[in-house]
Nanobody, 117 residues
Framework: QVQLVESGGGLVQAGKSLRLSCTASGSRFSLRVMGWYRQAPGKQRELVATKTSGGDTNYADSVKGRFLISRQGASNTIYLEMDSLNSDDTAVYYC???????????WGQGTQVTVSS
């Protein structure tokens, strides 16, 4: 039932920063987990970062220390602050959310991030 919309993607130079946003709407239950995944051309979709309603976070090793996921508790909006971007970060970034109780998992349409060298 929940719908997700991402924004903030674009073209950015290596070493620079970018912030992505995701807003959820229409959820029947509170959102147990919200996070970001990405998929580069020819590669599988991979986890970037997640954050639970309780504040627990999980980051991919490749982005630790560079990316920061923020969420205001059970807020319906999350952000991904991306610093020191490099060409390996080029991908379509997808927002994900999991509803409490129902376990329903929703995905946004994705936003393209392209990092130029």
């Amino acid at each position: 039932q929940v719908q997700l919309v991402e924004s903030g993607g674009g073209l950015v130079q290596a070493g620079k920063s970018l912030r992505l946003s995701c807003t959820a709407s229409g959820s029947r239950f509170s959102l147990r987990v919200m996070g970001w995944y990405r998929q580069a051309p020819g590669k599988q979709r991979e986890l970037v970062a997640t954050k639970t309603s309780g504040g627990d976070t999980n980051y991919a090793d490749s982005v630790k220390g560079r990316f920061l996921i923020s969420r205001q508790g059970a807020s319906n909006t999350i952000y991904l602050e991306m610093d020191s971007l490099n060409s390996d970060d080029t991908a379509v970034y997808y927002c994900n959310a999991v509803e409490n109780y129902s376990g329903y998992s929703a995905w946004g349409q994705g936003t393209q991030v392209t990092v130029s060298s």
